[in-house]
């Protein structure tokens, strides 16, 4: 499967952003699915999950953040809400076999493949 992350941008604090993962070649929901983050200096985070049956797994962002798919569109969404200049970060969406038991889903090596990543903001 390949994966596209888009919708990045430039947002002040407070504000809003949604991000989405476009998946091609093999249908996303067939695999779970994961969105990181990696600042300047610092190493990949984990934020939150949606597992291939649709479950939700993790969530690293205190509510701020959900995530949900849309299987007509094959595509995998990150809300992110009340935007802070530490949420600065490339972010990143990833996918996992199936067949992956939770526990190796919280660290990138868990995960399969990667999308090129897409550049967040948070400034006023």
């Known amino acids: 499967v390949q994966l596209q992350a888009s919708g990045g941008g430039l947002v002040q604090p407070g504000g809003s952003l949604r991000l989405s993962c476009a998946a091609s070649?093999?249908?996303?929901?067939?695999?779970?699915i994961g969105w990181f983050r990696q600042a300047p200096g610092k190493e990949r985070e984990f934020l939150r999950g949606i597992r291939w049956s649709g479950n939700n797994y993790g969530d690293s962002t205190k509510g701020r953040f959900t995530i949900s798919r849309d299987n007509a569109k094959n595509t995998v969404d990150l809300q992110m809400n009340s935007l802070k200049p530490e949420d600065t970060a490339v972010y990143y969406c990833?996918?996992?076999?199936?067949?992956?038991?939770?526990?190796?889903?919280?660290?990138?090596?868990?995960?399969?493949?990667w999308g090129q990543g897409t550049l967040v903001t948070v400034s006023s």
């Open positions: 990833a996918a996992a076999a199936k067949t992956k038991i939770l526990s190796t889903l919280w660290s990138p090596g868990g995960y399969d493949y």
């Open positions: 070649g093999r249908t996303i929901s067939t695999y779970n």
